[in-house]
């Protein structure tokens, strides 16, 4: 977390935190920033998008991320969203402050809300799926422009696609096949790197990507995941245990399995996935199982 190390060079981390232009604020934040009480900064694992610290007061833990390489999201509209899902009683990551350093980057400030769940179970699979489930039931009423953006949903996932015309042919007909409904909330980036467990509860973080979209599209990303980076039986786990919550008609997910597989697939060609040595041999298997894809999307 070098641009917060560098500030703190004979100051308390409070002045750290003091320097940062807060433009949404909790008590918390405050006695925070004002508490003669020590802090401690302890990175965690960085993100594409940004740095991460663990922030430790006592027996209270927090957690600040700093935008600060070449993602720049609306920092302010996530911290909106956190703050209505919460007051839903979402499993999200409780929002603090949000602001910006002096270079300009955005930071937001939440609690700690445990470690990345490394171990699955259908129990787990069912306090997971549950969360999902109930982000996909609130209604977004009330939210859309203040705390809930509505994109183009091939301008958002499929940025770059326009140098694969092949792949940008199947995306097309793809989509204009799929019967979007583009009216509840979806997280964008459901997997489990991005929900974490903490004496058995279990929250949804990083909402870099929540915004209006079709929750079929969402849970099929989830499940695509789960069944290249784990296991197809793993994936069907995950998937029965929404739909005890959440019903979906037999077959409907399959044209948005194909959607989730290409972006997938476009994500690899443009900036590389994470892979094992029988990552490729799922793609492709995904690819042949599903009627709506052509194994062309592979070269």
């Known amino acids: 977390m070098n641009q917060l190390e560098g500030k703190v060079a004979g100051k308390?981390?409070?002045d750290s935190l003091a320097e940062i232009e807060w433009y949404e604020t909790d008590p918390i934040l405050n006695n925070l920033i004002t508490s003669r009480a020590e802090l401690t900064f302890s990175p965690l694992s960085p993100g594409l998008e940004a740095d991460v610290v663990k922030i430790t007061q006592g027996e209270k833990h927090f957690?600040?991320?700093?935008?600060?390489?070449?993602?720049?999201?609306d920092v302010l509209r996530q911290y909106r969203l956190l703050e209505a899902l919460h007051c839903q009683g979402i499993r999200v990551s409780e929002p603090i402050g949000y602001g910006r350093t002096e270079t300009g980057d955005s930071v937001l400030l939440t609690r700690y809300h445990g470690t990345t769940v490394t171990k699955v179970s259908p129990s787990i699979f069912k306090e997971i799926?549950?969360?999902?489930?109930?982000?996909?039931?609130?209604?977004?009423?009330?939210?859309?422009?203040?705390?809930?953006?509505?994109?183009?949903?091939?301008?958002y996932f499929f940025p770059g696609i326009e140098a694969f015309p092949a792949m940008k042919e199947e995306l097309i007909r793809l989509v204009a096949s799929a019967d979007m409904k583009m009216d509840r909330i979806i997280h964008g980036d459901f997997h489990l790197g991005n929900i974490l467990?903490?004496?058995?509860?279990?929250?949804?973080?990083?909402?870099?990507?929540?915004?209006?979209?079709?929750?079929?599209?969402?849970?099929?990303?989830?499940?695509?995941l789960l069944r290249i980076y784990l296991s197809e039986s793993k994936s069907l786990t995950f998937l029965y245990k929404y739909q005890e919550k959440m019903p979906i008609a037999p077959g409907e997910l399959e044209i948005f399995e194909a959607l989730a597989c290409l972006r997938w697939l476009l994500l690899d060609r443009i900036a590389g996935v994470p892979k094992h040595a029988d990552t490729m041999k799922k793609v492709r298997k995904i690819v042949r199982d599903n009627r709506f894809l052509n194994e062309s999307v592979l070269i």
Request: charge should be negative; charged fraction near 25%.
């Open 129 to 155: 799926a549950a969360v999902l489930a109930d982000i996909h039931r609130l209604s977004p009423d009330g939210l859309e422009g203040r705390a809930l953006a509505r994109y183009d949903f091939v301008g």
């Open 197 to 224: 467990e903490d004496n058995g509860q279990y929250t949804v973080i990083d909402w870099t990507n929540g915004q209006l979209g079709d929750p079929r599209y969402d849970l099929s990303w989830a499940c695509l």
């Open 12 to 14: 308390t981390m409070n």
């Open 63 to 73: 957690v600040l991320k700093v935008w600060n390489k070449r993602s720049k999201p």
